[in-house]
């Protein structure tokens, strides 16, 4: 059952940018989703403040104190909130905030999302990727909501999010800054397994990627880049009582044939377990193009925790220099 990061553990639309093993991802802009909010001086609720943020402030993401770890913000009150600790810089100040008060500026979210928090949508644009027709998606506009209805596994009522669609979408995107509508994707009625027979990118595995075209426009003979995900490493039989399958030196590289020789973008950190012991399962569940620069968007699944999997939404316009993608949210869910 799938439930949003940002929102079932408070924020972790948030979740960021930093690539080293056992470090949570955060995003390198955060918006202030509370009415006002202080920036400390240190990572505690008693320390001075440093400055006070209106809603809608966005912030620049600096570093996670302790490593991301998840806190109360006040031990005294048993109803306060867990978050992390988050260093931020703000119009040439630098302090903390806490993170149950600050989301993504992009957040990748589903249809049916759970909130178990009293914190409001944020103030983003809202977009749904639907299927057009057969052989294309389209980015819309709409509007979402929360609404209570009842859950027989909680045996309570839950808030779930909504839209104003008739249509279900294959998925939902929050953005502080306006985003272009219209053709987004080659697939349509179709998924990546539908095309390549497995999105599952395990050792061995070979997915190519493209923004596609749309056949609405005509004359368009524009020649549009296509990528390759390539996965490697090795598996082997482990013997022991459990008898389980090992993968070791997992590498998800991105390959680029247009030049000669080749260029390729190392996409690992962005799918690392938390711990050595986990396997990597990593997927490919969509691709296009969602900002609309002539260049390949992907949505990748990967389980890195033991409990716990995430869809991550990259995208080439966000790419620094010598990169073709960079991961820029994500959407956490306990298991399906």
Request: hydrophobic share 35%.
């Amino acid at each position: 059952m799938r439930k949003s990061f940002c929102t079932l553990i408070a924020v972790i639309a948030l979740s960021g940018l930093s690539l080293a093993q056992n470090t949570p991802f955060f995003p390198e802009e955060l918006v202030v989703n509370a009415t006002t909010l202080n920036m400390r001086d240190a990572p505690d609720i008693n320390s001075p403040k440093v400055a006070s943020l209106q809603k809608g402030a966005v912030v620049q993401f600096v570093e996670a104190w302790n490593n991301g770890q998840w806190v109360q913000a006040d031990t005294l009150d048993t109803e306060s909130p867990y978050a992390p600790w988050l260093k931020v810089r703000y119009k040439g100040k630098t302090g903390y905030v806490f993170g149950a008060y600050v989301t993504g500026t992009i957040g990748l979210y589903h249809e049916g999302d759970f909130y178990f928090n009293d914190m409001p949508l944020p103030q983003l644009n809202w977009y749904g990727l639907y299927r057009r027709d057969s052989f294309a998606d389209e980015l819309r506009p709409i509007t979402v909501r929360l609404v209570e209805e009842m859950n027989e596994m909680y045996g309570e009522k839950i808030k779930v999010l909504k839209t104003n669609q008739s249509d279900e979408s294959k998925f939902i995107i929050g953005s502080l800054e306006p985003m272009k509508t219209g053709y987004a994707g080659p697939l349509g009625i179709y998924d990546v397994r539908d095309m390549y027979l497995s999105g599952e990118l395990s050792p061995g595995a070979t997915v190519s990627i493209h923004p596609g075209g749309d056949m609405n426009i005509l004359n368009d003979t524009t020649l549009k880049p296509s990528y390759l995900l390539t996965a490697t490493g090795c598996a082997r039989m482990e013997s022991n009582e459990y008898m389980y399958v090992r993968v070791t030196d997992y590498q998800l590289t991105l390959l680029d044939y247009t030049t000669q020789p080749p260029v390729l973008q190392d996409l690992t950190p962005w799918v690392r377990t938390e711990s050595e012991e986990i396997n990597p399962v990593v997927s490919i569940s969509w691709y296009g193009d969602i900002d609309m620069d002539g260049k390949p968007d992907a949505i990748l699944n990967d389980c890195p925790y033991e409990m716990g999997c995430r869809d991550a939404l990259f995208l080439s316009s966000k790419a620094k220099p010598g990169e073709y993608l960079r991961k820029v949210c994500e959407h956490f869910w306990p298991g399906d």
